[in-house]
């Protein structure tokens, strides 16, 4: 059981950093296809994942950012995927944002975490808003997420609104 759960943790964090490539550089990389990532998050999503939890906070933590970074990339490349698999990815995206921020004695808004799903689900926003596919909520849990008290959520989701400026000007202000 120990060893399964570690190779979980380790293709978790394999597809967090390759989804964060692909948005850093606009390419899949080799590791995952689109489809593949989508399999491998559906397999470790369950309906609590993104609800309050004694594990470890960066063991759920790095599992909670692989499976919205998979439903972000799904987002993105929706042309490839069936509809189940985008109404998978946008209720990840709603489970996630729903998700309390676990604050602790070493909680600081300046924490680095690269794989917080946030990040993930503000990409996956944008995708939605992009396509015109997110429905009114989709813009404005976007810019909720702007004043997110961790900064590297709250500069995800002012990049994902920024990049929406010609289609929708008030995102980006």
Request: charged share 25%; hydrophobic share 45%; glycine share 6%.
């Amino acid at each position: 059981a120990q060893a399964k759960e570690a190779l979980v943790r380790l293709q978790a964090g394999n597809l967090w950093a390759w989804a964060s490539k692909y948005f850093e550089s606009g390419e899949i990389t080799e590791g995952f296809t689109i489809q593949s990532a989508v399999e491998f998050a559906e397999s470790v999503d369950n309906t609590s994942l993104y609800e309050a939890s004694s594990e470890s906070d960066e063991l759920i933590g790095m599992r909670r950012g692989a499976v919205a970074a998979a439903a972000a990339v799904a987002l993105n490349h929706r042309e490839e995927l069936s509809e189940d698999d985008l109404v998978w990815a946008r209720q990840v995206l709603r489970r996630a944002l729903r998700c309390p921020e676990h604050k602790d004695t070493y909680w600081s808004r300046s924490s680095i975490i690269p794989w917080h799903p946030l990040i993930f689900v503000a990409r996956g926003l944008a995708a939605d808003v992009r396509a015109g596919d997110g429905g009114s909520q989709a813009p404005h849990d976007l810019i909720a997420l702007v004043a997110h008290p961790l900064e590297i959520v709250s500069l995800a989701a002012i990049e994902e609104s920024l990049s929406l400026w010609d289609m929708d000007p008030r995102l980006g202000w």
